[in-house]
């Protein structure tokens, strides 16, 4: 099928692409697919040639003179601007090129059989008394003036590591270091300047627990992996807030503080215990905020309250404080443990290592909470429980699964970037 037609519209779709064209005898709109995006004008008409069952075979526009004639003088200017350039570099370099740069007099002397000493020193961009000097130093070439610079590569490597390993001392302590290892003298402002050069900055402590066990962490996260992708996951902690707090950072003009009022007392405690799942909408399972402290009692009402993701088996992450697990207090009062209270609703505990709160991605969402709770700034219990709620919201909204690939693959990161320190090293 062959038409006179532009066209003037193209969609991808999954594999193909349909362009859309106007038939100029019909004055009618219809369609053709290809497997490649075309080139074309929309604005000038050509000869199509399709298929029967609407698939392009050919299309050649009818260029007109005057579109020729604005193209041939662009495709001109263009090469003749790069023309001028290749020139200009050309005469530029042609002299450094042509010439091997020697400080040796001999040389010198060779050169100045065919240029002046003036065009000698404009080669080397040097003074004309420059080019003397060397001549009478019997070729060597003159040392710079001023005093060595006393920060070298291995000053720098050992203020980085000494830095990085010693992370609270101050810079006056990192100055008198590199005096005592080096017998440099170096003053606490060349410091702030190499520091910040090195992209060291300072910055809020993380602290991590002395009791930590690296490996058992490690080997925590290798088996939760592999499970993220298989199973529904359910993390939960509880964590403490006070009614009256407000807002850490504000605006004000440069050289002033910013000032805002708030009570003098934080207020009654609170505590929130809080669920969430790796799902990618609506991960918030299960959330309640108590007066005071919470007890094993409360934990065990909260946990029954919490309900399965699907059909299939769950996974609850969760830390083996004292108020989850009561292991007496249950048997006292004749309640099944941790392990077999969740069983009955198919979901498998599974504690975090000890000292490692790193591992629970609810720590990671309790940052998010503190911060907007803040901007409300909640009096009392209501305005407290309302503030929760909007998070909650906002929550929902977002995919909770990131916060834990993230604490899942906490150590990976770690030994990455300890790697890459050794490498910049050797």
Known sequence: MEFIARITQEHKLDNLWKYTFLDIESNQQDWFYHKEQISYNPNVAGKLDLTEDKFFKLFEQEISDESKKNRRIGILTKLERKVKQSTRKFLNDYPKRQIKLSFNSQYLHELHQTYTWKQIAKIYGKHEQTVYYWLKTNNKEPKK?????????????????????????????????????????????????????????????????????????????KEIKPLLDKYPFIALDECSF??????????????????????????????????????????????????????????????????????????????????????????????????????????????????????????????????????????????????????????????LSKYFWHCANYFDRKDAKNSLETIKKL
Not at 294 to 308: C, G, R, T, V
Not at 351 to 358: D, K
């Open 145 to 221: 003036r001023g005093t060595k610079p006393r920060i070298t590569n291995k000053t720098a490597y050992l203020i980085r590591d000494y830095a990085l390993k010693n992370n609270t001392k101050t810079q006056q302590e990192i100055a008198d270091y590199v005096c005592k290892e080096l017998n440099i003298p170096i003053s606490r402002p060349s410091i702030t300047v190499l520091l910040k050069k090195l992209g060291i900055t300072r910055k809020k402590l993380t602290y991590h627990y002395n009791q930590l066990d690296e490996a058992k962490a490690k080997k925590f996260n």
């Open 242 to 399: 006070y009614p009256n707090l407000d807002p850490r950072f504000g605006y004000s003009l440069k050289g002033s503080r910013a000032i805002a009022k708030k009570p003098s007392y934080k207020g009654k405690h609170y505590t929130l215990l809080f669920a969430i799942s790796n799902l990618k909408k609506n991960g918030v399972i299960h959330w309640k905020l108590i007066e005071k402290g919470a007890n094993w009692k409360i934990f065990y009402d909260f946990l029954e309250e919490i309900n399965p993701i699907g059909n299939t088996k769950n996974i609850l992450l969760m830390d083996n404080a004292k108020i989850h697990t009561a292991p007496t207090k249950r048997e006292e009062a004749k309640l099944l443990n941790v392990r077999e209270q969740m069983l009955k609703k198919n979901i498998e505990v599974k504690f975090i290592v000890t000292y490692s709160p790193m591992l629970n991605p609810t720590e990671l969402v309790f940052c998010l909470l503190r911060q907007q709770t803040e901007k409300s700034r909640p009096r009392s219990y209501e305005e407290m429980k309302k503030a929760i709620e909007k998070v909650v919201e906002l929550l929902n909204t977002k995919d």
